[in-house]
């Protein structure tokens, strides 16, 4: 368990090491030419040209995250916030989840220096958002021990994310299972834009120090490329009498990321990240009981190969491996005599993922896709909790399609569905339909009707705890546990209603089955509705 911990040391210790090496070599006749004027000016200037924009430029900004294509914010038919990278520099946000405050479509709690509970329309009780499907340039970083994201093993060099298209309501028939009541897509910026030195360092008396480095640069006329490294270390927080709350935390983490534009139609990435934390916790969250010290640590690398046809048609294929090493303490358990331990799980993911995107006449426009995702999970048990098997591999095959079809100029009609297949319920349809009516071209009427699930994860199937009375391992889980479910119907209006003053407007209606609770281990909800705007 130690392995994956020392190896991420060494590596992001080698990326810190070249970036100090290159740092020194830095004049303003090499990194001038090749900073883009956007990378080149000041954070006032920046401002001032958000500023300089209208609310049509505004509002004409592109998303991809509601129809795996760009189209203007104006025109996404869905209840979609976007952060961008300016929005996320001037709040101050030191971590992911704080940016995330920034989108009013999202509840984000903070339960401890480390840990954050983040949900989108409801469900946020289990500080893993095990509704929400979050990517990270598009890769996936929702677990399948526990269902849902461990917030404090997902960082970045904030600077360079350029932005978050956050949705909310269901989004399985484009991204498939866990995408239930929302999708969240971190999008960071082109090694193009980060070209030349960025360096960032402070401290205070909660986050004690903090400081990150980046360095951009060419490789070749048309690469790309951009090293980082970053630290952290995060002071306790205090109960309110005072008294220390045990759970301070630090990190640090580097990486790397290639752009090639080989040719007009074809353009490479190449990126990858490296990163090793600790953190404090007292398990169980009882004040006086002795603290316990977790880490984690791990890794990833990622190739995209874009080809476009033209205006509207291009094709992607996306391969990428993660590894994350997760070692979790548990306290003594007195009335089961269970001494403490501590809980490892090292989790490899690799994933190929391929879309199309290509007009079908003048009235249609097809998306469709594949992928497939192998996971291999090995846990070693603590005392007091127990995984059955301990190592388990697992395979999800996907196929999607999506049409967007023209009734009139002004009305859209899109229906679509993706068909997944896991070890554990084997296949699971996700279908949607959606209806879109641009009123004027300042005003937008939309409705969807749509299904999505949560496949189970091990916490749900393989879960096993200690007998009190035999000394030995009890299931909690449920062999049988289904899928959660929802069939959500949801209507929505965008509107830019003056010269400054712009709006949008969401309502739904979710009727959920299947929904797993915890006060007791065969208990279920078989059915729950929510409604909300």
């Not at 900073?35 to 958000?50: C, Q």
């Not at 809980?343 to 249609?364: H, K, V």
């Not at 997944?420 to 300042?442: C, L, M």
């Amino acid at each position: 368990m130690e392995t994956s911990i020392h190896r991420a040391e060494k590596l992001l210790g080698l990326i810190l090491g070249l970036l100090i090496a290159i740092a020194p070599a830095i004049n303003a006749d090499e990194a001038t030419p090749a900073i883009p004027s956007d990378a080149s000016k000041t954070n006032s200037e920046v401002l001032a040209t958000y500023k300089k924009m209208s609310l049509e430029e505004l509002m004409d900004q592109e998303v991809t995250s509601v129809s795996k294509a760009p189209e203007p914010y104006r025109e996404a038919p869905a209840a979609i916030q976007v952060v961008t990278g300016d929005e996320i520099r001037r709040s101050g946000a030191s971590s992911f989840p704080e940016a995330l405050r920034l989108a009013d479509n999202l509840d984000v709690a903070q339960g401890s220096s480390s840990q954050w509970s983040i949900s989108a329309r409801g469900f946020n009780p289990s500080g893993f958002s095990d509704k929400l499907l979050v990517l990270m340039d598009g890769r996936s970083i929702y677990t399948p021990l526990l269902a849902g994201v461990i917030w404090n093993m997902q960082d970045y060099l904030l600077e360079d994310i350029d932005r978050i298209e956050v949705i909310s309501g269901p989004g399985g028939t484009l991204w498939g299972a866990n995408a239930v009541n929302g999708v969240i897509n971190i999008t960071s910026k082109s090694a193009k834009d980060t070209q030349g030195l960025y360096v960032e360092a402070g401290g205070g008396t909660w986050l004690q120090d903090f400081t990150g480095v980046r360095y951009g640069g060419m490789l070749a006329s048309n690469v790309y490329y951009r090293v980082y490294g970053k630290y952290f270390n995060r002071e306790a927080e205090v109960y309110a009498d005072g008294t220390s709350a045990n759970d301070s935390w630090n990190r640090g983490q580097g990486g790397f990321r290639i752009d090639a534009d080989a040719s007009p139609q074809n353009q490479f990435t190449l990126q990858g990240d490296i990163f090793a934390g600790n953190n404090d916790s007292v398990p169980g969250g009882e004040t006086n009981a002795p603290t316990a010290n977790g880490t984690s640590g791990g890794g990833n690398v990622l190739g995209r190969w874009t080809h476009t046809y033209g205006d509207d048609s291009s094709m992607s294929l996306q391969l990428y491996y993660d590894q994350t090493h997760l070692a979790a303490p548990f306290q003594a358990f007195p009335p089961f005599l269970v001494p403490a331990g501590t809980l490892y799980d090292d989790l490899d993911t690799a994933d190929l993922d391929f879309q199309d995107r290509f007009p079908l006449g003048t009235w249609n426009r097809i998306v469709w896709g594949l992928g497939y995702r192998f996971t291999h999970d090995d846990v070693r048990d603590a005392p007091l909790v127990a995984f059955e098997p301990n190592t388990l591999d697992q395979n999800l095959f996907n196929v999607f399609g999506q049409d967007e079809i023209k009734l009139r100029e002004n009305v859209f009609f899109t229906i679509g569905t993706k068909l997944e297949h896991n070890d554990y319920t084997g296949f699971e349809v996700e279908p949607s339909a959606r209806i879109q009516w641009n009123v004027t071209d300042k005003q937008m009427l939309w409705g969807a009707i749509s299904r999505a699930v949560r496949t189970p994860s091990r916490f749900d199937r393989d879960l096993f705890e200690p007998s009190p009375s035999y000394g030995t391992f009890l299931g909690t889980s449920n062999s049988t546990f289904e899928s959660e479910t929802v069939i959500a119907y949801e209507l929505g209006y965008r509107a830019e209603l003056g010269k400054k003053v712009s709006g949008s407007l969401s309502a739904f209606y979710n009727d959920y089955d299947h929904l797993r609770r915890l006060s007791h281990r065969s208990a279920r909800f078989p059915r729950e509705q929510s409604a909300g705007r």
